[in-house]
């Protein structure tokens, strides 16, 4: 009674959570999922849906609530005692859910439900839980079921140490630079890096390879020198070519094995290679669409991301006298170029983005877009400044969220939507379980004494994140296992996020989430507009560095040889579509922790592909838009009736309906037709 793990009365106990606690919950939590998993396979018990979930779904579901607690926490608040409670339990967290998924009684008692007796929304999770016994080795025999059981274990403990090799690779860095080397980087990001060696008990500026320091480095720092140094130390974390001293972090061994294990899982299930079980629960129906999608892609783009490299080159040789220019160099000559052809620069901007302003502005497009409320809220809470809320509509609540933004040592890096419970109506109360998601950033923390300030692309990454927590939040499914973002195809799941973006470029939107963190005044009209124009900036590049990232993913999944360096293969990759040659020292897929570790597996064209799908939805508010200012249609508080009616329709045809049908079919239900990468050309200047 006094493990917070088995508390599931009410939200998490993060507070309380010790690594003391992480085994006795695990032992008994498995414990008893695996009595209920006997219970519902028993000769006797009904081929029931009901009844499985009332006795199944409820124990697996406290299981999994609390194995979500320790992985969230072990991922923002890393520590060695942490790390080694989580290890120790995720052998046994990986067995039971590989027996789980593979039980072939369970599998036939599924099979025997009564499918015209379950709801829409139950056919819908009956239709993928079938599939997913079937890919989890459930129609696997013997010796064949026994290996695919064992590749599931040890997949689980290397995808945890090249996370945990990634994490303390970019936490062991450490740089002291000079102030003769640090000219040109913006204030706010030197304060914090001498306060931080001051901390340490050394002088200078500390810079680290978290990305509230690295990245203005990369941007701003005039020394060629120390973007070299901190570029070299970026691009060969947890690989064979970081430094002697860091060697215990190399992922390469990892990856190798991680890649044959794949290939091996594929084969046991009688496909060619991973890529086509990756594609099974995707939209894409083949790896081979897939890439023809990323050729086209990538042909399209060529042009322009020419001209882009054409145009750094030339004005790195005419202006900055870097008649050579590095790979380390090109961040610094991007944004000089960019200060140079639109009169602005990204420091500029980042003084009228304050944190909470930004989180002010952002509520309230969500509250005026989907009829909702937001308000503070209070939970338990890991680190002091995660912050807590709720979501309502009429005094309903519908679900709440944890944010963390800040970067910090132990912390994971980038920025993430998870899901702490989904929205359930619970078989074994009758009671409505509301949905709780956590919104995870890594910005830099204020300094001077000043609110922490936001680049936009970090602005960016919030609505994106946000858009991710809407589709988990404001869901209307009752069956858990299709409610929010639970059985949405993963190539359609960056659509709301993605969706969401779009806003932060919308002018309506920007001046009631900025304030000059000085004088208070909103961004002005002027500098809006200068935005404005340099918003498909480099956008070539952009979308070809996505599609090199996509292509390697695919083809490493289906036509590489595991056993054969997969450098050979990222270099050919390089070949057929960069613009910009990368060093040979360059390891960037030894931290790849998207497919390494994070799911996305033959996957991570899902952002591209769902892209098309994002900007084809978001073209309808345009298009509304264009209605409203024709018409002028306001109801009684001065909102457009024509803009809150697009905007119930979307929030209706994809975010409540979340995974309890094909995402193509919500996203017709949206749009009345299929997607056009027309829009997507067109928002990225490419048309």
């Not at 599931?152 to 945890?160: M, N, P």
């Not at 978290?210 to 130390?233: D, G, H, T, W």
């Not at 302003?357 to 009829?371: H, Q």
């Amino acid at each position: 009674m006094n493990n917070p793990l088995l508390d599931f009365s009410g939200l998490p106990l993060f507070d309380r959570i010790l690594p003391e606690h992480v085994g006795p919950a695990m032992d008994e939590l498995l414990v008893k999922a695996d009595a209920a998993l006997e219970q519902v396979t028993a000769a006797g018990f009904p081929a029931s849906w009901s009844e499985i979930s009332r006795v199944l779904d409820v124990a697996t579901e406290n299981f999994g609530r609390a194995w979500g607690a320790v992985s969230h926490v072990n991922s923002v608040a890393d520590t060695p005692e942490l790390r080694a409670a989580y290890n120790a339990a995720l052998p046994r967290v990986t067995e039971f859910s590989t027996r789980l998924g593979a039980d072939e009684r369970l599998y036939a008692k599924y099979k025997a439900i009564d499918v015209d007796s379950l709801n829409t929304e139950q056919r819908q999770a009956h239709k993928n839980a079938i599939r997913n016994f079937v890919l989890s080795g459930a129609e696997l025999t013997g010796a064949a079921k026994e290996r695919f059981a064992k590749i599931q274990e040890r997949q689980a403990e290397l995808s945890q140490k090249f996370s945990e090799n990634a994490l303390d690779a970019t936490d062991a860095f450490t740089y002291y630079a000079s102030a003769d080397q640090v000219a040109g980087i913006p204030q706010d990001v030197l304060q914090t890096a001498r306060a931080q060696a001051e901390t340490k008990g050394k002088t200078g500026y500390r810079l680290s390879l978290k990305m509230p320091s690295y990245l203005p480095v990369m941007q701003f720092a005039e020394s060629s020198p120390l973007r070299e140094i901190l570029y070299k130390a970026y691009t060969t974390r947890a690989s064979d070519q970081a430094p002697a001293e860091f060697s215990q972090f190399d992922n390469s061994a990892v990856m190798r094995e991680i890649l044959a294990l794949r290939q091996e899982e594929a084969r046991l299930l009688g496909y060619l290679n991973f890529g086509e079980v990756s594609v099974v629960a995707k939209m894409a129906k083949s790896p081979e669409e897939v890439v023809t999608f990323l050729r086209d892609l990538a042909r399209r783009a060529r042009p322009y991301a020419e001209k882009d490299i054409a145009d750094l080159r030339a004005f790195a040789a005419g202006t900055l006298h870097l008649p050579d220019p590095q790979p380390w160099d090109y961040a610094y000559i991007g944004e000089k170029l960019k200060e140079a052809r639109y009169a602005f620069s990204e420091q500029e901007v980042k003084q009228y983005f304050p944190a909470p302003k930004v989180l002010t502005g952002l509520f309230r497009i969500v509250e005026t877009l989907f009829e909702v409320t937001i308000r503070a809220d209070s939970a338990p809470v890991w680190k002091p400044g995660v912050e807590f809320y709720r979501i309502e509509r009429d005094g309903q609540l519908l679900g709440q969220f944890y944010l963390d933004q800040p970067a910090r040592t132990g912390k994971r890096g980038g920025a993430w939507m998870d899901d702490v419970r989904a929205r359930w109506l619970r078989p074994d109360t009758g009671q409505l379980q509301t949905p709780v998601a956590h919104l995870v950033c890594n910005f830099a923390e204020g300094a001077g004494g000043k609110p922490a300030l936001l680049t936009h692309d970090d602005v960016t990454t919030l609505f994106h994140e946000f858009g991710h927590g809407l589709h988990h939040m404001l869901t209307q499914v009752n069956e858990h296992d299709v409610s929010g973002i639970s059985g949405v195809e993963w190539d359609a799941v960056e659509l709301p996020s993605q969706f969401m973006e779009n806003f932060c470029w919308e002018w309506d939107v920007l001046k009631h989430m900025t304030a000059q963190v000085d004088t208070g005044a909103p961004l002005p009209r002027e500098l809006y507009e200068k935005m404005l124009e340099a918003k498909n900036f480099q956008s070539g590049m952009q979308t070809l560095r996505q599609v090199e990232f996509s292509l390697f993913d695919m083809l490493l999944h289906t036509s590489h040889n595991p056993d054969e360096d997969l450098m050979g293969l990222l270099n050919q990759v390089r070949r057929e579509v960069a613009v910009i040659s990368a060093p040979a020292y360059s390891r960037t897929p030894h931290t790849f922790s998207h497919i390494f570790s994070g799911g996305y597996a033959a996957g991570y064209y899902s952002y591209k592909w769902a892209e098309v799908l994002s900007a084809d939805a978001y073209a309808a508010f345009e298009e509304t838009a264009a209605v409203a200012k024709a018409t002028d249609a306001k109801d009684a508080t001065g909102k457009s009736t024509v803009s809150v009616e697009t905007g119930r329709k979307y929030r209706q045809a994809i975010l409540e309906a979340g995974g309890s049908r094909p995402a193509m079919e919500s996203f017709k239900a949206f749009r009345g037709r299929e997607p056009l990468l027309d829009a997507l050309l067109r928002h990225q200047g490419m048309a």
